[in-house]
C-alpha cells in the first residue's frame, strides 16, 4: 500500500484557503469525473448507481503506471459523505481511497478547521503480473504509485481551490442540491 498526505491550506493566502467542506466537493466531483484531476484518466463512463455508491468504467491514457495506455477498468465506488472515496477495481481488488480530514498539530478547534488534509492510499494488487519482491521493477512501481499519488494531490487541491475562486464549487455544490449535476441515480 502506498500513501501520501497533503494540507491543503499551506502556504495559501487567507481567502484562499479551503474547508473540509469544499475539499469534500471536489473530491465527490472526481468520484465521477476523475478526469478532471487526474491526467492519467483518459475518459469515465458512470454504468449504473445511485450517488454515494455507482459502478464506473475509467480508461487510463498516457501516465498510469503499471496500466497501459487503454486499458479498461470497471470500478465500484463507495463514498462515505465528507469522509472518503472508495475505488475498487473488480478485475485484480486494487483499491484507490482519496480521504478528507484534518491534521493533529493544530491548537484549537477554530485551527483545525483552517487545516484540512487530502490524502491518498493505493492498495495495489498486480496478480500474475507482479514483479519480483525487492526487484527493481518492483521498486520503479512503488516509486511510481508515490509520485502519480503527490501529482494528484496537489493537482486536485489546486484545481479545487480555482473552482472556489472562480465560483465554480459553488456552482457544483448548488447542482447537487438541486440534483442536476449527473449524481442522480443511473439506470
Given amino acids: 500500500m502506498w500513501a501520501t498526505r497533503l494540507s491543503a491550506n499551506r502556504g495559501v493566502a487567507p481567502e484562499e484557503r479551503l474547508t473540509q467542506a469544499e475539499l469534500w466537493q471536489g473530491v465527490k466531483r472526481g468520484a465521477r469525473h476523475p478526469g478532471e484531476f487526474a491526467a492519467h484518466v483518459q475518459s469515465c463512463t458512470v454504468l449504473s448507481g445511485g450517488s454515494n455508491a455507482f459502478v464506473r468504467e475509467i480508461v487510463i491514457g498516457d501516465g ?3 496500466a497501459k495506455n487503454g486499458k479498461s477498468m470497471i470500478q465500484e465506488v463507495f463514498l462515505q459523505d465528507h469522509l472518503y472515496l ?7 481488488g486494487a483499491k484507490t481511497t482519496m480521504m478528507v480530514g484534518y491534521g493533529c498539530d493544530a491548537a484549537s478547534q477554530e485551527e483545525e478547521e483552517l487545516d484540512p488534509y487530502l490524502s491518498l492510499y493505493y492498495e495495489l494488487v498486480m496478480g500474475t503480473d507482479s514483479p519480483e519482491p525487492g526487484s527493481q521493477a518492483e521498486r520503479d512501481i512503488i516509486n511510481g504509485y508515490r509520485s502519480l499519488a503527490k501529482q494528484i494531490l496537489e493537482d486536485s487541491v489546486r484545481l479545487i481551490r480555482t473552482w472556489k475562486m472562480n465560483g465554480r464549487l459553488q456552482e457544483l455544490a448548488k447542482q447537487e442540491k438541486e440534483g442536476t449535476n449527473g449524481v442522480a441515480a443511473v439506470a
Fill in 86 to 92: 472508495l475505488a475498487t477495481t473488480r478485475e485484480s
Fill in 64 to 66: 498510469g503506471v503499471h
